[in-house]
T-cell receptor, first 115, second 109 residues
Framework: ETGVTQTPRHLVMGMTNKKSLKCEQH?????MYWYKQSAKKPLELMFV???????ENNSVPSRFSPECPNSSHLFLHLHTLQPEDSALYLC??????????????FGPGTRLLVL | SQQGEEDPQALSIQEGENATMNCSYK?????LQWYRQNSGRGLVHLIL?????REKHSGRLRVTLDTSKKSSSLLITASRAADTASYFC?????????FGEGTQLTVNP
């Protein structure tokens, strides 16, 4: 285990539903990240939080809304998603952002299916 | 254009053989990292090589970096069935990791 947990592990939702993904890290890190992994595509960085502040939004549609109440928890709120949003959503953490000698620790991901 | 492109996209070998995966990138890097992902799971960091390093070892892993060719390779020696996974290189700029599409390695028992 990497010290990063994600719930739920699997989620099926309709396009009109509202759901949230949760990520928690037990590593004492200060930076957290959301990535999207679609089939046959590289991992796409979605959001970066550093010391609870959002520092990057990689042109993510507003139907994805992140929330970082503290350095240990990160949420991704989902509403009115599209079928093409079906993917594996990965959370990661690192001691701090914008320090490139550090590695990121990934959670197991949430497999999302939008019907 | 995509950075951190791995080659080959898929590799199938027998247990005990060595596996070599290559990665090319297009811009100057501060460091390059390799990650492993078991099917449907999160990524696990394997090794980081800095831009001023040419080779690095970790157990059965050997990573090389050629900044003049903007390429890196990951060698797994004496492969095991448990090494079956996808392997990604990621170039690092600040905290941003830019991943390639990965190499799917299958090690047959």
């Amino acid at each position: 285990e990497t010290g990063v947990t994600q719930t739920p592990r699997h989620l099926v939702m309709g396009m009109t539903n509202k759901k949230s993904l949760k990520c928690e890290q037990h590593l004492g890190h200060n930076a957290m990240y959301w990535y999207k992994q679609s089939a046959k595509k590289p991992l796409e960085l979605m959001f970066v939080y550093n010391f609870k502040e959002q520092t990057e939004n990689n042109s993510v549609p507003s139907r994805f809304s992140p929330e970082c109440p503290n350095s240990s928890h990160l949420f991704l709120h989902l509403h009115t998603l599209q079928p093409e949003d079906s993917a594996l959503y990965l959370c990661a953490s690192s001691p701090r952002a914008y320090y490139d000698q550090e590695t990121q620790y990934f959670g197991p991901g949430t497999r999302l299916l939008v019907l | 254009s995509q950075q951190g492109e791995e080659d080959p996209q898929a590799l199938s070998i027998q247990e005990g053989e060595n596996a070599t995966m290559n990665c090319s990138y297009k811009t100057s890097i501060n460091n390059l990292q390799w990650y492993r992902q078991n099917s449907g799971r999160g990524l696990v960091h394997l090794i980081l090589i800095r831009s001023n390093e040419r080779e690095k070892h970790s157990g059965r892993l050997r990573v090389t970096l050629d900044t003049s060719k903007k390429s890196s390779s990951l060698l797994i020696t004496a492969s095991r069935a448990a090494d079956t996974a996808s392997y990604f290189c990621a170039e690092t700029s600040g905290s941003r990791l830019t991943f390639g599409e990965g190499t799917q390695l299958t090690v047959n028992p």
